[in-house]
């Protein structure tokens, strides 16, 4: 049976021990979809929210918060990101905002926690900078889509 990594033999939490891992290349990408009314929706892709441009703000809070997953999440490492990209796709049909974030580093451990915080705090953004207009935006799917590197390899979602 495997054994929770963040788990000791007594049931404790415990960060892992990344000392003895050799630095290698790793990313994760993650998504995430926020859902608007259809008026919101459309002062969001004009870009006439009265606090100002939402994708840009959105999009400087996932770096921020990717960058800040070590303090958010009690047990994550510090990691130094080589880079984080996210990018929002309008989906007028569903009047849906899709999040994708990648994020990559050399390192010991992973990025999969920084980039699905990364998605979080981006949706979260524009819930903020839109909550005026619109109380009934919902915040769904927030998934990590891909993983490279570290002892237990590529992962990407079926």
Do not use: W
């Not at 050799?22 to 994760?28: D, M, V």
């Not at 969001?44 to 990717?66: E, L, M, S, T």
């Not at 926690?113 to 619109?134: H, N, R």
């Amino acid at each position: 049976m495997k054994m929770l990594s963040h788990v000791d033999s007594k049931g404790k939490a415990k960060m892992v021990d990344v000392s003895e891992k050799a630095l290698t290349y790793r990313e994760a990408e993650a998504y995430g979809e926020v859902y608007l009314s259809k008026k919101t929706f459309g002062l969001v892709k004009k870009n006439n929210i009265a606090k100002g441009d939402v994708i840009a703000i959105a999009r400087i809070a996932g770096i921020q918060a990717a960058k800040k997953t070590s303090n958010l999440i009690p047990l994550c490492h510090n990691i130094f990101l080589s880079n984080i990209e996210i990018d929002f796709e309008f989906d007028s049909k569903n009047y849906c905002i899709q999040i994708k974030s990648t994020v990559s580093t050399t390192a010991e451990t992973g990025v999969e926690m920084e980039a699905l915080t990364a998605i979080s705090v981006s949706a979260l953004t524009i819930y903020d900078m839109c909550k005026a207009v619109d109380k009934s935006i919902t915040i769904s799917n927030v998934c990590l889509l891909s993983k490279t590197g570290g002892k237990s390899g590529e992962y990407r979602r079926k």
